[in-house]
């Protein structure tokens, strides 16, 4: 069983920035996949980034070009970066890393205030 924990969200304004955090319980290295997700209040759960075990990262129009994704192998942590944010950007973000099983975690609140 692996646990993945968020954190880093909070309350910003917007154009403001924040990073978010999420941690594993083992080596990330383990993981095909590691992904960020987001779900607006009141909607479904949609992708925002990844980045795969080749480096290779992909983001949702509305991420490109402000949001970054990143890693710490030494921290088996993953990041994303977010600056020029915007009030739709409001929500949970969740990561979701994928070997043969795929794992989510509970979750961290970002709030974009106009």
């Known amino acids: 069983q692996v646990q993945l924990v968020e954190s880093g969200g909070g309350l910003a304004q917007a154009g403001g920035s924040l990073r978010l955090s999420c941690t594993a319980s083992?080596?990330?290295?383990?993981?095909?996949?590691m992904r960020w997700y987001h779900q607006a209040p009141g909607k479904q759960r949609e992708f925002v980034s990844l980045?795969?075990?080749?480096?290779?990262?992909q983001y949702s129009p509305s991420a490109k070009g402000r949001f970054t994704i990143s890693r710490d192998d030494s921290k088996n942590t993953i990041y994303l970066e977010m600056n020029s944010l915007k009030p739709d950007d409001t929500g949970v973000y969740y990561c979701?890393?994928?070997?043969?099983?795929?794992?989510w975690g509970q979750g961290t609140q970002v709030t974009v205030s106009s």
């Open positions: 979701n890393f994928v070997s043969s099983v795929s794992y």
């Open positions: 980045l795969n075990k080749g480096g290779t990262t």
């Open positions: 083992r080596n990330i290295d383990d993981f095909n996949l």
